[in-house]
C-alpha cells in the first residue's frame, strides 16, 4: 500500500511540473493575416483588349475589255491604300476594336451586265460590307443600283456622271468631280488664252460619261458665247475618226473638244496628228491623264486633257489649314514615292483615285467610331476634308452624293529641255506649272 501511495504521489508532483513549463512557455498568439492593399482590393481598370473585326470589302475590275488600262491604275490605287492600311495596324475604334479588310473582286470584263451579276454575288455570296465602284459612269451607274438595292455603302470614283446622283440613293458617294463640270474649264482657257476663239467642235463617245460632259460644255461654251459648229458622237469601239475629221476640218473650229475613254481618245489624238488638222487646241477626255499616253509620241504634244488629280497639284496640310478644313492621310509626295516603289512609274490620277476611294471609307470609319451603316452614313454626310487627292465634300440635298468640294486641273503633254515628254498643268493660273502650247504648231 505504501508503495502505491508513493507512486501516486510521484505522478501527481510530475504533473505540477509538466503544467508549470506549459504556463512558462505559452504558444505564440498568430499574427493577423496581411490585408490586401488598396491596388489588391480594386485594381486599376485595364485599356480595351484589342479585338480585331475584318470586313469584306468587294468591287470589279475591268482587268478585261476597253477599260483594262484605266482600271488597273484604279485598282492599284485601291491596293496600295489596303497595303498602307495593313502597315498601320487598321483602324483603331475607341472601344480596342481593330478594324482590318479582306478584299474580295472580279473581272467584270468591262460589260454592264457582268458588273450587276458580280455586285449581286459580292453581297450575297461573298458577304460584303463595303463597296468601291467598277471603273467608268456606265459601270458605275449598273453597279450603283445593286449597291442601293441592298443597302450597301459604294464608294465611286473613276465615275463622273451626274446622273447616278439624281436618282434618290443615299449610299453612293462620288470622288471625282462631276461630268457637268469636267471640260468647262477647256472653254474658259480658249477664252483666257485667245479672245478672239469662236468656234468649237465637239466630238464625242456615245457612253453615259461621255455624252453627260459634252452636253454640259456645249451648254456652257454657247453661255460664254461661242458657236459649236460641230457635236457629234460616235459608237464606242469606233477605231476610224477620219470621217469626223473630214467634218471638223470642213467646219473650221478653233478647237476641238470631246473623247471618251483611253482607247478612243488615244487613236482620235493619233489621227488628228497624222492629218495635221489645222486647230489651235484640242481638249480630250481621260486619255491624256494616262501615263500611256506619252506612247503617242509627237502626237500627244499639246494636247491637252482634264485631269482629277496631278502629282505636282498644291494640295497640302497647309493649304488645308489655309482654306480651314482639316487634313486627312498621306501628302502628295509620300503618295507618289510609294506608287513608283510599288508600281514603278508615276501615278496618274486613275490611280490617285483609287486610293482617295478607300482613303475617304477609312475617315468615315474614324469619324463614326463604329462599322455601322447608319453611323457610316452620317459620317460621310458630314465629311469635309482635304486629302492628297483634293477637297471632298459631299451634297446631302437632291442629289445625295455628288462630289460638291473636288475641282479639276487641266494638263498639257510637253516636251522638256532634254526633248522628254512630261505632263505640265496649264490652266487654271494659279495651279499651273507651265506656259501652255497655244496655238498647236502642226
Not at 472653254?187 to 460632259?213: H, R
Not at 492629218?275 to 494616262?290: C, E, S, Y
Not at 490617285?352 to 467610331?369: C, H, P, S, T, W
Request: hydrophobic share 40%; glycine share 8%.
Amino acid at each position: 500500500m505504501k508503495g502505491m501511495r508513493l507512486l501516486i504521489t510521484l505522478l501527481f508532483v510530475l504533473a505540477l511540473v509538466v503544467t508549470g513549463c506549459s504556463k512558462a512557455t505559452p504558444t505564440p498568439t498568430p499574427k493577423p493575416a496581411a490585408q490586401p492593399t488598396k491596388a489588391a482590393e480594386a485594381p486599376t481598370k485595364a485599356a480595351p483588349q484589342a479585338k480585331e473585326k475584318t470586313l469584306v470589302l468587294g468591287f470589279t475590275a475591268s482587268q478585261t475589255g476597253k477599260y483594262a488600262k484605266e482600271s488597273k491604275e484604279q485598282t492599284q490605287g485601291i491596293q496600295l491604300w489596303l497595303k498602307d492600311l495593313d502597315k498601320k495596324g487598321g483602324i483603331k475604334l475607341s472601344d480596342g476594336t481593330v478594324i482590318k479588310f479582306k478584299v474580295k473582286y472580279y473581272d467584270d470584263e468591262s460589260t454592264k451586265e457582268r458588273v450587276q451579276q458580280l455586285y449581286t454575288k459580292l453581297i450575297t455570296e461573298d458577304k460584303a460590307d463595303l463597296l468601291i465602284s467598277p471603273y467608268s459612269s456606265g459601270l458605275t451607274a449598273a453597279a450603283a443600283v445593286i449597291a442601293e438595292q441592298y443597302g450597301k455603302i459604294m464608294m465611286t470614283t473613276g465615275a463622273a456622271s451626274d446622273s447616278i446622283y439624281k436618282k434618290g440613293y443615299k449610299r453612293v458617294y462620288q470622288i471625282y468631280t462631276p461630268a457637268s463640270r469636267y471640260l468647262t474649264g477647256a472653254v474658259d482657257a480658249l477664252k483666257a488664252w485667245d479672245p478672239n476663239a469662236k468656234k468649237v467642235a465637239i466630238v464625242y463617245e456615245k457612253s453615259k460619261f461621255a455624252t453627260g460632259v459634252a452636253k454640259a460644255v456645249k451648254a456652257y461654251a454657247e453661255k460664254q458665247g461661242m458657236e459649236v459648229v460641230l457635236f457629234e458622237g460616235y459608237e464606242a469601239g469606233t477605231t476610224d475618226f477620219n470621217p469626223f475629221i473630214n467634218k471638223i476640218e470642213a467646219a473650221k473650229p478653233d478647237a476641238i473638244i470631246g473623247g471618251g475613254h483611253f482607247q478612243d481618245g488615244s487613236t482620235f489624238a493619233k489621227q488628228l496628228y497624222e492629218k495635221k488638222t489645222p486647230v489651235k487646241m484640242v481638249a480630250i477626255l481621260v486619255a491624256p491623264a494616262v501615263p500611256e499616253f506619252a506612247e503617242l509620241g509627237d502626237a500627244a504634244v499639246g494636247v491637252i486633257g482634264p485631269s482629277q488629280w496631278e502629282s505636282i497639284a498644291k494640295y497640302s496640310p497647309e493649304s488645308a489649314k489655309a482654306a480651314g478644313i482639316a487634313w486627312c492621310g498621306p501628302t502628295i509626295d509620300q503618295f507618289v514615292s510609294e506608287y513608283k516603289e510599288a508600281y514603278g512609274y508615276e501615278p496618274g490620277y486613275h490611280a490617285a483615285g483609287g486610293y482617295a476611294a478607300g482613303l475617304v471609307l477609312e475617315r468615315a470609319i474614324k469619324m463614326a467610331d463604329s462599322v455601322d451603316p447608319d453611323a457610316l452614313v452620317k459620317a460621310l454626310d458630314s465629311m469635309d476634308v482635304m486629302i492628297f487627292f483634293g477637297h471632298i465634300k459631299f451634297d446631302t440635298g437632291e442629289a445625295h452624293g455628288l462630289q460638291i468640294g473636288h475641282d479639276m486641273v487641266y494638263l498639257q503633254w510637253q516636251k522638256d529641255q532634254s526633248g522628254n515628254l512630261v505632263r505640265q498643268i496649264v490652266w487654271p493660273e494659279a495651279a499651273k506649272t507651265a506656259e501652255p502650247i497655244y496655238p498647236l504648231q502642226r
